[in-house]
């Protein structure tokens, strides 16, 4: 769901001399399969060439190398301890994730990472020493922001089955239907518990859902307001009407969590190019509280 600065890089060979990779080389991926989400969108499954699985937390991002072409920072889609290849889901919106969209299986990409703060979903589950994060928890999405949603969604439906009261709710809007991604864990979803309902902005032929923006779903998704925590991700101006609108139900904001977007170049911290007033997106974000500064923030132009 990043966006695609088109920097440039060179592959280095494969089957070279293996080394544990800094932060600013990437470790060697092969593709091993894809699958395509939306016209527009496709997801990739990777595999380490020589180096270990990478192990990430739900929310975070890595940079992705097509090489010859450059890098780009994409949130990780797949699910967290969960065995197999990494997970990319990539949009087609400039030169560096059209050539991922376009990569074949068995091409090579670089991956730099994880980078980035978590969703934390695992503060989310019951404990009984703490009520602190107990409660109803709503995800809203909007278009490819339910990528970096889709491993805290699974983590938080397998760490609450069967807890008595508690709600996962999982709203996701999209621009019309052929936009809807990952429609088979959707149906998981509520199969596993979830209150799943779908949106769009513009009903096509046979749509017989809902139509309109996300954040009216909320009115009626039954959810506990005063005890709950909100895990919101899309474009800013629909994060932005999310969170006021939950806040106007009487979510407390700093229970409502945000996936922040800006011109990600090196992930740590370093080329300065995601500053967002006091915060450096890379390192600091991408998800933090929407409470406080944050809601200012979201307010500016990207510079």
């Not at 088979?184 to 749509?207: H, K, N, P, R, S």
């Not at 809902?210 to 895990?231: I, P």
């Amino acid at each position: 769901m990043r966006r695609d600065p088109g920097l440039g890089s060179s592959a280095p060979a494969v089957g070279g001399s293996a080394q544990q990779p800094g932060p600013m080389v990437p470790a060697l991926h092969r593709v091993v399969a894809r699958r395509i989400e939306a016209a527009d969108v496709t997801t990739l499954a990777l595999v380490p060439v020589s180096d270990t699985p990478i192990a990430f937390l739900a929310g975070q991002f890595n940079m992705l190398s097509a090489f010859g072409v450059g890098e780009a920072a994409i949130s990780v889609s797949g699910i967290p301890g969960r065995a197999g290849p990494l997970e990319q889901t990539v949009r087609d919106v400039g030169p560096v994730t059209h050539a991922l969209c376009g990569a074949a299986i068995g091409d090579i990409v670089g991956v730099r990472g994880p980078f980035g703060t978590s969703w934390e979903t695992r503060a989310a589950a019951p404990d009984p020493a703490s009520s602190a994060m107990n409660g109803d928890v709503v995800v809203v999405a909007g278009g490819i922001g339910l990528a970096p949603l889709r491993g805290a969604v699974y983590e938080l439906l397998g760490l609450v089955p069967g807890t008595s009261g508690r709600r996962v709710v999982v709203l996701v809007g999209a621009r019309e239907p052929g936009q809807i991604i990952f429609r088979d864990d959707l149906a998981e979803w509520e199969q596993m518990g979830a209150c799943v309902e779908v949106t769009v902005d513009v009903a096509g032929a046979g749509w017989k859902g809902h139509v309109g923006v996300v954040s009216s779903l909320l009115r009626n998704a039954g959810f506990a307001a005063d005890d709950t925590t909100a895990l919101v991700c899309g474009p800013e101006i629909m994060m932005r009407f999310t969170a006021r609108a939950l806040i106007e139900q009487g979510v407390n904001p700093a229970r409502i969590m945000v996936s922040l977007e800006r011109n990600m170049q090196c992930g740590v911290g370093w080329c300065g190019h995601c500053q967002l007033g006091p915060f450096l997106v890379c390192r600091d974000g991408p998800v933090v509280p929407y409470g406080g500064m944050v809601a200012d923030l979201l307010g500016q132009r990207q510079r």
